[in-house]
Every structure is written in structure tokens, then in C-alpha cells.
């Protein structure tokens, strides 16, 4: 099965703040910009976050999209739109001491988006492009490889990512 995973367009948030699964816009030009350097198959599925800064992408892609939650970022709870230089350090160190299992902000933790990536992948049947975010990809990545959940949460918390803004990862 080949995948190819894009990542969304960069969105319009101020540096610095914790996002996740915040449902925001996409930044001005950034939209057309993304488009004119994809180099997709046609013919193939597509599958997408529904956020929208995913969604709007997936849909100047085709017609028959297929938006899964599944795919969404993971969701920082009362992190979400607060600056990272805001939260209290005590609440980070306790993330770094635990990344596959804390619940940031109150949120989901890591494992928890690693078993609904898992699950979504399970019913994957065939060749598709997966419009989504760093995070999404990492978990992905990490099943299309062959890893377990758990596994999964811990590779993707231990790896910075390094995926740009409308990037294409081929698996």
C-alpha cells in the first residue's frame, strides 16, 4: 500500500502558540502556494483531516473526499491557543516525564491519537493520499511501519518533527 501524506498548508496562528487541534484558517497565500507544488497521482483516494486548514486543501484536490476525525491533530486541551512560553513549566516537565501517556492540558495524550491513527489505518485498503498535520503523519509513519500503538506514541514522542508546511511524505 503507498501512501502520500501532505501536510496541511501553514495556518493562520501567531508563532509560538500550542495548537493542536484548533480548527483554523489557512494563512493568506499559503493555500496557493501549497497547491502549485503538489505533485499528486490522480485517480487515487483521499482521505483528510476535517480541520480546516486540512480540509481546504482536500477539497480544491478532488470531489470525493473522505473526512476522517481521526486524522486531526492531537487535541492540547487547555493548552489549545495558549503561547508554549505560558504554560507552567511543571505541566511541561510532567509531559516530557510521561509523553505517551500525559493528558497536556488536560487533553489527549499520545497514545490515545496513536490507537485512533492505528484504527483508521486498519480500515485503509488500497493506494491514497492523507491530507493532515506533523503529528498525524509521525503516528502514520510509524504504523505503515509496522509498529503497535504504544509503539507508535513512543517513536512519534521521541522524534521531533521536521515536516514542513505543505510537504509531501511518500510511505
Known amino acids: 500500500m503507498k501512501l502520500l501524506l501532505v501536510r496541511h498548508p501553514q495556518p493562520l496562528v501567531t508563532p509560538g502558540v500550542c495548537y493542536g487541534s484548533t480548527n483554523l484558517a489557512i494563512a493568506p497565500g499559503q493555500l ?3 497547491l502549485a507544488a503538489l505533485k499528486l ?3 487515487l483516494s483521499i482521505y483528510s483531516s476535517p480541520l480546516r486548514r486540512c480540509a481546504e486543501l482536500a477539497a480544491r484536490l478532488g470531489d470525493n473526499i473522505i473526512y476522517d476525525a481521526r486524522l486531526a491533530e492531537m487535541h492540547f486541551g487547555d493548552w489549545e491557543m495558549q503561547p508554549w512560553d505560558a504554560i507552567p513549566r511543571a505541566d511541561i516537565d510532567a509531559w516530557a516525564a510521561d509523553t505517551v501517556h500525559y493528558h497536556p492540558g488536560g487533553g489527549e495524550s499520545v497514545l490515545q491519537m496513536a490507537e485512533r491513527i ?3 489505518y486498519s480500515e485503509l485498503n488500497g493506494d491514497a493520499i492523507i491530507i ?5 503523519i509521525r503516528l502514520l509513519a510509524a504504523r505503515h511501519a509496522g509498529l503497535a500503538p ?6 512519534a514522542a521521541q ?3 521536521q515536516i514542513p508546511y505543505g ?3 511518500t510511505l
Open 32 to 34: 496557493e502556494q501549497t
Open 159 to 161: 522524534t521531533a518533527h
Open 118 to 120: 492505528a484504527a483508521f
Open 132 to 136: 493532515c498535520h506533523a503529528g498525524t
Open 150 to 155: 504504544a509503539e507508535m506514541a513512543l517513536q
Open 167 to 169: 510537504s509531501t511524505l
Open 41 to 43: 497521482p490522480a485517480g
